[in-house]
């Protein structure tokens, strides 16, 4: 009995040192182990690093076709959808009244040519009887100098010959007030004809019919838009570009535009316009990227999005950018070596939209460099030990 004791008990003992052998082993290699961590090395890539932004589709030209007078509409000869030329006819008003003010005004012209024609008659005779009166008063004053006629009957020749001088004169003045008044009533028929043809109302430019503000018998006011009109050969994405992503961007550089009806297709754009304001509370600026080949069928307003190409790289050494850190305001790299890590400075170059960084300075290729999360990166040390993950 007493061996059995003795027996129960060593197990009892050897069972708890396996206990806490296996404690110990198990703290080792999970609350003691080193961090485990992934590594990759350095790889030569063509890089592209891209400004993004978003906005929507929009013309250059948009322009509102509308009607210089107020009237009903009785004609609509475009809708939207609708490819016009400049000069086409689009919509009719009613026009009337508007023509029998045009035949009053054609009525009044007809009438000073009548009125000039009176007028430079009357000019006429009287410079003929003036000739005729300066005649006579010069004969009967040669008489009078010769006593031959008396001197009254002369002086009243002279007096027939300033009336008709002063009538010369009036009459001069009819014919310029009837120049004037024909002048007068021709600027009122060419206005009246104006109005009638503002009853009309013509593509001013070409381009596609974007939308139909009114319908037949409307009545439309002065300015008020009957159709817009957009301009086709310039369509472009107004897009935002966030102000801290602005480098490189410039007039001229490719980009890439992704409708978002067509989310799988890139379109080939170029930078267009950049504004010179900032939004001041989104701090974004406007950029204009057109498209390289004119949109047949477009959509303003439609949401898209811009990816500028700044900078290209051929046959690079990169990394993923999940690898760069900032360790005492120095960029760089992590990398194991013989089971530790260290930090080394490295100089970066350009970041493709795929998250890989161009390697300008500072790695030779050989290094394992490891990748991990920001907060985990946060507490490496030099020489910390760590376990490359399979």
């Keep these: 009995m007493e061996l059995l004791k003795r027996l129960a008990n060593k197990k ?3 069972l708890w040192v396996m206990v806490m052998a296996a404690a110990v082993v198990l703290i080792r290699l999970t ?6 961590v992934q590594v990759v090395q ?5 890089l592209t690093a891209q400004v993004y932004g978003n906005g929507t589709v929009e013309a250059k030209v948009v ?32 026009s009337d009244d508007l023509i029998q003010q045009q035949r009053q005004s054609q009525a009044a012209v007809n009438k000073a040519a009548a009125n000039l024609k009176v007028e430079l008659a009357d000019l006429g005779k009287a410079r003929a009887n003036l000739l005729l009166a300066e005649k006579n008063a010069q004969r009967f004053q040669n008489l009078a100098a010769k006593n031959l006629v ?47 043809a503002d009853t009309l109302i013509h593509a001013p430019q070409d381009g596609i019919i974007v939308r139909r503000d009114l319908e037949q018998g409307a009545t439309v006011t002065q300015g008020m838009a009957i159709f817009t009109l957009a301009d086709p050969q310039v369509v472009w994405v107004k897009a935002n ?9 410039a007039v001229g550089k490719p980009a890439l535009i992704v409708l978002r009806s067509a989310p799988g297709e890139q379109l080939p754009g170029r ?29 303003l307003g439609e949401q898209a999005e811009v990816y500028i190409v700044t900078e290209t790289r051929k046959g690079v050494t990169s990394l993923p950018s999940a ?14 070596e013989k089971g530790r890590l260290k930090f080394r400075p490295v100089t970066f170059g350009i970041q493709d939209r795929r998250n890989l960084v161009e390697i300008v300075d500072g790695l030779d290729g050989t290094e394992r460099v490891v990748i991990a999360p920001r907060q985990e990166a946060a507490t490496f040390r030099d020489g910390m030990k760590v376990r490359v993950a399979r």
């Design 42 to 46: 350095v790889e030569n890539r063509d």
């Design 241 to 249: 570009v966030d102000e801290s992503q602005l480098k490189g961007v």
């Design 150 to 196: 008396s001197t009254l009957e002369a002086e009243q020749y002279q007096n027939v010959y300033q009336v008709a001088k002063e009538e010369e004169t009036r009459c001069v003045a009819a014919v310029e007030a009837a120049r004037m008044e024909q002048t007068a009533n021709r600027a009122n028929l060419g206005y009246a004809r104006s109005k009638v």
């Design 271 to 299: 930078v267009a316009r950049i504004s010179r304001e900032s939004d001041r509370v989104t701090e974004e600026l406007g950029v204009e990227v057109a498209f390289v080949t004119p949109r047949e069928h477009f959509r």
């Design 63 to 94: 322009v509102g076709i509308s009607s210089k007078i107020t009237g009903r509409i009785i004609e609509l000869y475009a809708d939207q959808g609708d490819h016009v030329q400049r000069g086409r006819l689009l919509a009719r008003l009613e």
């Design 323 to 336: 690898a760069r850190v900032t360790r005492e305001k120095k960029m760089g790299v992590w990398f194991e």
């Design 31 to 36: 609350v003691l182990a080193p961090a485990k």
């Design 12 to 14: 009892k003992y050897l």
